[in-house]
């Protein structure tokens, strides 16, 4: 059964928003400023997680993708992988999250596995659709936020915060930076394929004016959010 969506009135499905973009863009900044904002203003729960991920079998998934365990295998048994993380993932917290009407934000969902297994690592895209209608059925997400960036920026980013934490490049991080440009035009055709669904947001300036500009988007396509937020014209 689909719930109607949001409000936070008995019986009404949470909203879903999904944050998209190529490696370093900011979505984890930007997650975790909009929680913020909408514990303080919404008094609705928020749930942040992330994918692949946000429940324990997910997590141990992920250690292996990111680890490069797969690769080997090739795009499409990575795809199955990070789908068998997603189903995990969605019936143990996002499914549940949204029925008590809580809000979601999810670092990475759908949009990265058409992006990095499908444009830019070549796996049929009817696969893929075929995949996603099995896996995720109708819990798509009301709005997806694309950070938008120059690869090579978010790349000196990524590799910014791995000199600081003493991290290496992960599986992906490692690609050559011609993966990094297919991933970006994967992203920005995604958005305009499904307008409704996707906001762009120039993720270049600096983290106030990128926050600014997601809250933007928000009040704009999920009014009920962000109330007296009033939208002052959308990002996308
Ligand atoms: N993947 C995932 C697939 O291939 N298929 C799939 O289906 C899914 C779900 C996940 C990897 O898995 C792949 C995609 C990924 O390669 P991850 O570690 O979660 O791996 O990697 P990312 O999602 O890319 O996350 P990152 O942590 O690398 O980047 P973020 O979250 O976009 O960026 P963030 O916020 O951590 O910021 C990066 C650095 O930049 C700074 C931050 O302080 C930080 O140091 N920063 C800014 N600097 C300047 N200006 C700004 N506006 C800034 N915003 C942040």
């Keep these: 059964m689909t719930l109607p969506r949001i409000g936070g009135s008995a019986g009404a499905r949470g909203a879903f928003i999904s944050f998209e973009g190529g490696e370093g863009a900011g979505k984890s900044t930007q997650i975790a400023r909009l929680a913020a904002t909408l514990r303080a203003r919404s008094g609705h729960g ?5 994918e692949p991920g946000g429940s324990p079998r997910a997590e141990e998934i992920r250690t292996a993708l990111l680890g490069g365990v797969a690769k080997p295998y090739g795009p499409f048994a990575e795809a199955l992988l990070f789908s068998a993380a997603r189903i995990d993932h969605l019936d143990r917290l996002i499914r549940p999250a949204l029925g008590r009407g809580e809000t979601v934000l999810c670092d990475r969902f759908i949009d ?15 696969v893929l659709d075929a995949l996603e209608r099995v896996v995720v059925g109708p819990t798509r997400p009301d709005l997806t936020l694309i950070l938008d960036l120059d690869p090579a920026a978010g790349l000196a980013r990524a590799a910014g915060r791995g000199a600081r934490t003493g991290q290496g490049a992960d599986r992906f991080e490692a690609e050559k930076l011609d993966f990094h440009i297919r991933l970006r035009e994967a992203f920005l055709a995604i958005a305009r394929a499904e307008p409704e669904r996707c906001a762009v947001i120039d993720a270049s300036r600096d983290p106030d004016s990128v926050e600014a500009a997601i809250r933007d988007a928000v009040a704009a396509r999920l009014p009920d959010l962000l109330p ?8 996308a």
């Design 46 to 50: 928020v749930c942040v997680t992330r």
């Design 112 to 126: 990265s596995t058409r992006a990095y297994q499908g444009a830019a690592g070549g796996l049929d895209a009817a």
């Design 228 to 235: 007296g937020e009033g939208a002052r014209g959308d990002a």
